[in-house]
């Protein structure tokens, strides 16, 4: 009963405010409630009265997420890595907002710190090879559509950048690879990049890859890296 939860929480809030379980107890009872104003207020009052609590700006993190404020979020996660900088979620988390916020170079430093903390994280690894990728397929396009009498220097400097975004994904996707072989979205994103980069063998190699199943795909790619 979601009343009597508030209720209860509520009055044992308010007789200790500086025990955590008690504020964790209202903030869920509200969202299990669906009401987001008493929801986000009970988030406020837990912050005002344990302010080093990080279970409850995890709460206030995932509210805002939740609603899809990212400048609010964005704060939120400035002050949560502020008092907890080791948590390589928070890090993460931050990089995601800044990904969404547009803020590519801000995203990457976050993702970077949380890989230092959490060196096996395959999302953060992917979120970070995606921000390249995204980069080169911008570039593809614009050199598509390039104007039929564009010079040829517009031509040059369009294909170093993709190929530079390109090579900036490599490593991260690299890293996927080793961390989870059995994904195929993976082996053929690095076989279509090795043949762009010209890499032809590798790029054969992930063709191969493509047809292996459980453990002969697993030392198939530990041989691709140890070579």
Do not use: C
């Not at 409850?56 to 002050?79: P, R, T």
């Amino acid at each position: 009963n979601y009343q009597n939860a508030i209720k209860w929480s509520s009055q044992l809030v308010n007789i200790n405010p500086n025990d955590e379980k008690y504020h964790l107890q209202l903030i869920n009872a509200y969202k299990e409630s669906g009401n987001l104003e008493k929801q986000l207020s009970s988030i406020q009052s837990g912050r005002l009265s344990i302010p080093q609590s990080q279970a409850i700006i995890i709460e206030e993190v995932n509210y805002y997420l939740g609603i899809g404020d990212n400048e609010s979020l964005l704060k939120s996660l400035d002050f949560a890595v502020q008092k907890d900088s080791t948590n390589a979620v928070l890090h993460f988390v931050l990089g995601l907002t800044y990904s969404n916020l547009s803020q590519k170079n801000q995203a990457i430093n976050s993702y970077k710190k949380s890989l230092l903390l959490d060196p096996n994280s395959v999302d953060t690894y992917n979120n970070l090879a995606a921000i390249y990728i995204d980069e080169a397929i911008g570039y593809e396009e614009e050199y598509n559509n390039l104007a039929i009498n564009a010079s040829q220097k517009k031509y040059d400097q369009l294909s170093k950048k993709i190929k530079k975004a390109q090579l900036n994904a490599l490593p991260y996707l690299e890293k996927i690879l080793l961390l989870k072989p059995e994904d195929n979205n993976i082996v053929n994103r690095l076989k279509q990049i090795y043949y762009q980069l010209g890499e032809q063998d590798k790029s054969i190699s992930m063709k191969k890859l493509i047809e292996l199943q459980g453990l002969d795909r697993e030392n198939f790619v530990k041989d691709f890296f140890a070579n």
